[in-house]
């Protein structure tokens, strides 16, 4: 079992340009969740995807949008970056409609860089 | 709204007891955990608790939870070099969401 995948493992873009953040969940989870971790801080909530659909969503503004396929795998895009976009992109994924995530597990993360 | 506070360092002897301090300010939450982060990699699950749960102990991991004083702590027994990473406090609130706050992290430095 390979747990969570993210791709690619590191990205540089130009501000102003649009990017994809790709997460194959763990074996069995159906439900994938982003996090936005920005150098020295703890992960802040994107938004989660459950069944294709956007279950909940964090303070992130409309730039940020994603995608869960019918494999329960799933894209993050952000459009127009910004310079603050510069950040660890963390998926998480686990199982089922739950309260709790605890049997969520966290991919090693892109890390995306905005010039 | 939700925040979560953590000291950001700690710095132990090898051999000795770590105990990192958490507070947060929902009182809807329903679940706590800790997570560990080394360098380059992602988060790893530590241990979690219910709100409704005093202490919960793990092999060298005891978590305590106040929930008057909405403070969770952590404590590592006879820390070790391998323990030194950043750790993160973290809640998921109940009301009817998934969504995890995180604490800013902790980060626990293991001197031999």
């Known amino acids: 079992d390979a747990g969570v995948t993210q791709s690619p493992t590191h990205l540089i873009k130009t501000r102003g340009q649009q990017v994809t953040l790709r997460c194959s969940p763990k074996?069995?989870?159906?439900?994938v969740s982003w996090y936005q971790q920005a150098l020295g801080q703890g992960p802040q909530f994107i938004f989660q995807y459950y069944e294709e659909e956007e279950r909940q969503r964090g303070n992130f503004p409309d730039r940020f949008s994603g995608h869960q396929f019918p494999n329960y795998s799933s894209e993050l895009n952000v459009n127009a970056l910004l310079l603050g976009d510069s950040a660890l992109y963390l998926c998480?994924?686990?199982?089922?409609?739950?309260?709790?995530?605890?049997?969520?597990?966290f991919g090693q993360g892109t890390r995306l860089t905005v010039v | 709204g939700e925040d979560v506070e953590q000291s950001l360092f700690l710095s132990v002897r090898e051999g000795d007891s770590s105990v990192i301090n958490c507070t947060y300010t929902d009182s809807s939450s329903t679940y706590l955990y800790w997570y560990k982060q080394e360098p380059g990699a992602g988060l790893q699950l530590l241990t979690y608790i219910f709100s409704n749960m005093d202490m919960k102990q793990d092999q060298r991991l005891t978590v305590l939870l106040n929930k008057k004083d909405k403070h969770l702590s952590l404590r590592i027994a006879d820390t070790q070099t391998g323990d030194s990473a950043i750790y993160f406090c973290?809640?998921?609130?109940?009301?009817?969401?998934?969504?995890?706050?995180f604490g800013a992290g902790t980060r626990l430095f293991v001197k031999a």
């Open positions: 074996s069995g989870h159906d439900t």
């Open positions: 998480a994924s686990s199982w089922g409609d739950r309260l709790m995530n605890t049997e969520a597990f």
């Open positions: 973290a809640e998921t609130e109940n009301t009817g969401g998934f969504k995890t706050i």
